[in-house]
């Protein structure tokens, strides 16, 4: 007669993808590459800053984008003439997954011949929900909150807010034209997450670029000099 | 949606462990999920039983345990739980805590049927 008996197992679901992202961060560290996973509703203007980030460097450093989408290749089409780039399409799914990345980065890295990187920008799927939970093994999660949004709305996406390093205000040139208070917006995601780094951009004029484009190279800088050990934060 | 890819991971993973372990077969599969998972209990009820109905795992029973988030401040030393999204202590309000649990899916247990009938008769008695 069969018995019943309990296994203990207590393990993430997710285990085996969180430890595959780990190992790939570490060997980007290894490699010199700062990666870069860019996040926001959808039209907060991630491709923008993308784009405005490439202009600003100006082939200085050696950067790759793979960018995210549902359906076709419109934003890889804006940033390849700046920068190598590859699209991911998911077809449905609403947040990029490290698979996806994995296959993107290796069609990348044959682009370029195999060089290394000095920053890989991925640019994820504009949901501020689903991909906070997906680790793409990045070093630096950056959110991206546009002037037209709400101010307060760090508070309402909390583990969004949480899990970036820094935040990033977009469409700066609107806030003549909008309630948007950026010193709210920046206390609300402190209560969230209180080292969160804050940044104004307007893209299409390329304010505020310096500041943010001087914080992805001290990042790196400290990345590569061992001064800091990027990891997802909780 | 992604509840149904999660699902399917989880069966993969239990899977695995029971044959591992020589099990036939599963009867339960015990999960924790938390307020910062990023995961919706009922899409997951839902999704098990979607993706359990028909097929050997039919009858699998899913034992779901929402838990609270659990945290630590650095402030007053503190262990505390809040079934609410909170990221400051609540007993000296500094917000210098790190999160410990609540933000995971977690598989916990499997009860499972053994494949014991050969080994019996072979041992007789207990």
Known sequence: M????????????RAALRQQAAELRDEFTRQGTLVVNLLSSPGAGKTSLLEATARFWNGRFRCGVLVGDLETDRDAQRLAPLVPTRQLTTGGACHLE????????????????????????IENIGNLVCPASHDLAEHLRVVVLSTTEGDDKPGKYPKMFRTSHAMVISKSDLLPHVPFSVDAAIADARLIRPEIEAFQVCSLRNDGLQEWCQFLQHTRERMVTGDEVLAPLR | MHERSLVVALLRQAESIADAHGAVGIEAIRVELGPLSGVDSTLVRLAFEQETRGTRHDGVNLVLDEIPISGVCRGCGMNWTSAEVRFSCPSCRSQAIQITGGDEFRLLELQVTDDTVEHEAAEGDD
Request: glycine share 8%; hydrophobic share 40%.
């Open chain 1, 98 to 121: 490290l698979p996806l990345v994995r296959q993107g980065l290796e069609r990348l890295r044959e682009d370029i011949g195999n060089q290394p990187l000095d920053f890989l920008l």
């Open chain 1, 2 to 13: 069969a018995g019943t008996r309990t296994i203990e197992v207590q393990q993430d679901v």
